[in-house]
């Protein structure tokens, strides 16, 4: 975990071709302090480095993104109001050996990331 105790994964699990994680942010993370005080927000660079982390843990690889062809991030998440996230994961390896993933982001019903991107394993 590139930052230490930034999330909590309560579940993981396997839906035919797809994963779902639910998360819970530790809204006291120090992160929150400058991003934003009184108001925090999850940074959405961090968003992005869970779906990293959380890939990296199913197809047990480490990985580097290679390209990202569509992000949109559709809502503030706040960890104070909204601490547990539910994402849901599509990951297909393609016959070179990259990582194919479509993200979805939610708290309770809101939708608050898509993401779509590709992943090179790397030497470890």
């Keep these: ?12 699990e396997k839906k035919e071709h797809r994963y779902e994680a639910l998360i819970r942010v530790n809204e006291k993370h120090e ?7 009184g108001n925090p927000v999850m940074p959405g660079v961090c968003m ?3 779906i990293k982390e959380l890939v990296e843990s199913i197809t047990e690889s480490t990985l580097f993104m ?14 104070e109001i909204t601490p547990v996230l539910r994402l849901e994961l599509e990951i297909i390896t393609t ?7 479509k993200n979805s982001t939610f708290f309770n019903e ?3 990331l ?7 394993k790397t030497s470890p």
Excluded at 2 to 12: A, M, N, Q, T
Excluded at 31 to 37: D, I
Excluded at 72 to 77: S, V
Excluded at 95 to 101: G, Q, R, S
């Design 95 to 101: 016959e070179e050996d990259l990582i194919k993933v």
């Design 48 to 50: 992005m480095q869970i």
């Design 66 to 79: 290679q390209s990202l062809s569509n992000v949109k991030f559709m809502a503030l998440i706040n960890p």
């Design 31 to 37: 992160v929150f302090l400058g991003h934003f005080p």
């Design 110 to 112: 809101i939708t608050a």
């Design 114 to 120: 898509k993401l779509s991107c590709v992943y090179k």
């Design 1 to 12: 975990m590139l930052l230490k105790d930034f999330y909590k994964v309560l579940s993981l």
